[in-house]
């Protein structure tokens, strides 16, 4: 299990390479969001505690492992300045079935965008705005 919070970019198909190999796996879901270039926005702007978001992240990430049974899992996420186009996180998931590694992954990214301790501030042509907490992301996590 490796979970990392970063300001440097991260290359997706290296982190993938060789993720899951081996023993008794015979799925690996992965998914990258993407810092979206919606309404104007020229950058967002991502602080967090160190420390406190990795171990936040380690919590999130074991216990997907033991509820869903993965081999393995790998969340990344950035902080500091983004620009539209940049991957902003990384989640990936090695299961022996397909349906564990995908629950895991989706459980994870809500988890991710919910409860992980990141502030967002997006800054664009009309200025800056903190990011609000969205009802339906609260919402996803009553499924887990």
């Known amino acids: 299990?490796?979970?990392?919070?970063?300001a440097q970019r991260f290359d997706t198909g290296a982190e993938l390479e060789?993720?899951?190999?081996?023993?008794?796996?015979?799925a690996?879901?992965?998914f990258?969001?993407?810092?979206?270039?919606?309404?104007?926005?020229?950058?967002m702007e991502i602080e967090h505690y160190p420390g406190m978001t990795e171990n936040a992240i380690a919590r999130f990430a074991q216990e997907a492992r033991d509820?869903?049974?993965l081999a393995d899992v790998l969340v990344?996420?950035?902080?500091?300045s983004l620009v539209p186009g940049e991957p902003i996180m990384m989640v990936a998931t090695a299961s022996r079935h397909r349906v564990a590694a995908f629950e895991a992954a989706e459980f994870l990214m809500d988890w991710l965008k919910s409860r992980a301790p990141f502030w967002k501030k997006e800054i664009g042509a009309d200025g800056e705005t903190w990011v609000a907490a969205k009802d339906e992301d609260e919402t996803a996590l009553d499924r887990w």
């Open 18 to 26: 060789g993720f899951g190999a081996g023993g008794d796996v015979g």
């Open 67 to 69: 509820r869903w049974g």
């Open 32 to 43: 990258t969001g993407v810092v979206r270039g919606t309404g104007g926005l020229a950058r």
């Open 1 to 6: 299990m490796r979970v990392r919070v970063q």
């Open 28 to 30: 690996v879901v992965s």
């Open 76 to 80: 990344i996420h950035r902080f500091g």
